[in-house]
């Protein structure tokens, strides 16, 4: 249900014999006394007893004891819209394929069992997947969901980042899940680690700096593992999320800080002192050409900007350990305090284009 309504669902119907009624009700958790959940002897009750629900009021409907994501239901719903309002049906993926996800009218629904249309996921698929009752499931049903995980993020994610990060993530989190470990602990401990990178950055020396690069791609490995615990445990919070964000960023100034530092002490030369307020003033001008973008172009500038972070993201901690490698630091220490302002720059320079295309207010229709 919590996924159901990360994927849009607003009111539930659940049907339940009189007989259980009581033991899914102590279930549903904070959804026991919501006002939108009906508990019904069988869903076709719920056409009389629900207000605004018609035979050709479209409904998701889930059959059987599913493990599934908000991503699959999105695709269910994506699925039918793009039907022409005729019922899909997904079937599971284990091997009895005992359950499925149906979505379109009530009413159609109803009628064909959900079976038109009927989309059987690809062989490779690891959910949605039914516990059928077998000892085995259970297992399977958590390793599937940690390995589709991956998949949550991969419109997201930076190249490398999809390509080799997730694929390390997913069983730390898988491991941590069978824990008392909470998804932002880790946030706070990666926190930490990052810092600590950032001291080993501000040491010259070779292999310091070296042993720095390494663990901070350790460290970025770790900081997908949070967000998929969370996902995991169905512990996802706003606050979780917003510490994320507010940590990562607090890393990556002090990464950057520390490079600086570390080159200023190798090499005794006062400019990379300057660059520290000259970078930190590029990501002042980022955050001021991303804010104006948001307040111009909504939702498209999102999609600029995911764009961008899917060709840059964290992958530039790959780049720090290449230049650590070299032993040419400096190289990425002159690259970043210049590249903040290129990238402000074309972001500002494409908003205010876009925004000079618009027709005018007193343009004729």
Not at 93 to 116: N, Q, S
Not at 215 to 242: H, N, P, W
């Amino acid at each position: 249900m919590m996924n159901c309504e990360r994927a849009g669902i607003r009111r539930f119907v659940i049907a339940v014999s009189s007989e259980n009624e009581d033991v899914v009700s102590r279930a549903l958790g904070r959804f026991r006394s919501g006002h939108n959940v009906l508990m019904v002897e069988s869903l076709g009750d719920a056409v009389h007893r629900v207000d605004g629900v018609e035979p050709a009021t479209a409904v998701l409907a889930l059959s059987g004891n599913l493990v599934v994501t908000k991503s699959h239901l999105a695709e269910a719903i994506g699925r039918y819209e793009r039907s022409g309002g005729n019922v899909t049906k997904t079937v599971t993926t284990d091997r009895d394929h005992g359950g499925e996800i149906a979505v379109g009218p009530v009413g159609e629904i109803f009628k064909h069992g959900g079976i038109v249309n009927e989309f059987q996921p690809a062989r490779a698929a690891l959910l949605p997947f039914a516990l059928n009752g077998r000892p085995e499931d259970r297992d399977e049903a958590e390793l599937r969901l940690a390995r589709e995980l991956r998949t949550e993020t991969a419109a997201k994610d930076a190249i490398l980042a999809r390509l080799i990060d997730r694929k390390l993530s997913w069983r730390i989190s898988y491991v941590l899940a069978h824990t008392g470990i909470t998804p932002n602990q880790v946030t706070i401990a990666n926190t930490l680690l990052g810092l600590g990178c950032a001291w080993l950055f501000s040491i010259p020396g070779y292999w310091t700096r070296l042993t720095a690069a390494i663990l901070f791609l350790l460290s970025v490995t770790l900081d997908g593992v949070d967000g998929e615990l969370a996902r995991l445990k169905m512990a996802e919070t706003k606050f979780g999320a917003q510490l994320d964000i507010v940590t990562d960023n607090i890393v990556h100034v002090a990464i950057f800080i520390g490079v600086f530092l570390g080159c200023y002490r190798a090499s005794t030369s006062s400019a990379y002192l300057y660059l520290i307020p000259l970078v930190l003033g590029g990501f002042a001008m980022c955050a001021v050409g991303t804010w104006r973008a948001f307040q111009v172009h909504g939702d498209e500038a999102a999609k600029w900007l995911d764009a961008v972070d899917r060709w840059s993201g964290r992958d530039f901690a790959y780049l720090l350990v290449v230049f650590a490698l070299t032993n040419r630091l400096e190289w990425f220490a002159w690259g970043t305090a210049f590249g903040t302002y290129v990238f402000a720059a074309v972001l500002i320079w494409l908003t205010a284009r876009r925004q000079s295309e618009r027709p005018s207010s007193s343009s004729p229709a």
